[in-house]
């Protein structure tokens, strides 16, 4: 069994695969790192571990993992399942990488577009023949109703909400209409771009907000929670490869 486990800057998503098969996901605070970490793992006979960090992880949270198991601590350069053809590798997310590492197996031999909807909203194009290109990263819908509140003096901060029409008929509908449905079009205008200029068959999407937006985007996309995840694995199995 594999252990993998995703760093966010105060989450961390632990999980367990056999094979290419999630068997058991389990979050926690990264403050709690070390315990829970242990709690977890010590449920199942991991033979290996791999750690992608975008956050703040401490030499002494990475040790603990690495004194129980043979662990790879995920970065550019680690062999990857992949042609890595971004002009600054070291520059690349962690988190971007296992994303595309999950559609080159996934959706191996067709361009694809990978869209990552969290904090920011990331784009990453990889080609049929399996290079990846890069992409954009624009800011995701709490970054864009957090600026608006803290780069104002009067806009109110807002939770998420589906405006009913583009035309705000109030100041909250008209700052919903602006964020979500500029994020919509957004989107929708990046995955039309990628269909023409670069014929991009097939369209994921994940992170903290893909639900919300999915079922709401034009395009046909798929919508997929635990994408990061498989890339991870499929990067620590490959090592072996």
């Given amino acids: 069994m594999q252990l993998i486990i995703d760093v966010g800057n105060t989450r961390v998503k632990a999980a367990i695969f056999l094979d290419d098969v999630l068997q058991a ?41 690495q004194l129980r198991f043979p662990t790879i601590i995920l970065s550019y350069k680690t062999p990857l399942p992949f042609k890595n053809d971004y002009g600054t590798p070291h520059t690349l997310g962690v988190d971007r990488i296992a994303l595309v590492a999950a559609f080159a197996k996934a959706y191996p031999q ?16 990889i080609t049929a023949k399996g290079s990846y290109k890069g992409g954009a990263i624009s800011p995701g819908l709490r970054l864009r109703y957090e600026t608006l509140n803290n780069l104002t003096a009067n806009l109110p901060l807002l939770e998420k909400q589906m405006p009913e029409s583009i035309v705000g008929t109030s100041t909250h509908e008209a700052i919903h209409s602006g964020v979500v449905q500029g994020v919509l079009l957004e989107i ?23 639900e ?16 990061l995840l498989e ?11």
């Fill in 25 to 65: 996901r389990h979050h926690f605070l990264l403050e709690n790192f070390i315990e829970e970490v242990g709690e977890f793992a010590g449920l199942y006979p991991v033979k290996k571990a791999i750690i992608s960090s975008v956050g703040r992880l401490s030499e002494e949270q990475a040790r603990s993992v």
């Fill in 110 to 125: 067709k361009n694809g577009l990978i869209i990552d909807a969290g904090t920011c909203i990331t784009y990453d194009f």
């Fill in 188 to 210: 929708d205008g990046a995955i039309n771009h990628y269909k023409e200029h670069y014929n991009v068959e097939t369209v994921i999407i994940t992170g903290g907000d893909a």
């Fill in 231 to 241: 890339g991870l694995n499929y990067i620590l199995t490959y090592q072996n490869d």
């Fill in 212 to 227: 919300f937006l999915a079922k709401r985007l034009k395009n046909s996309i798929f919508a997929h929670s635990k994408f």
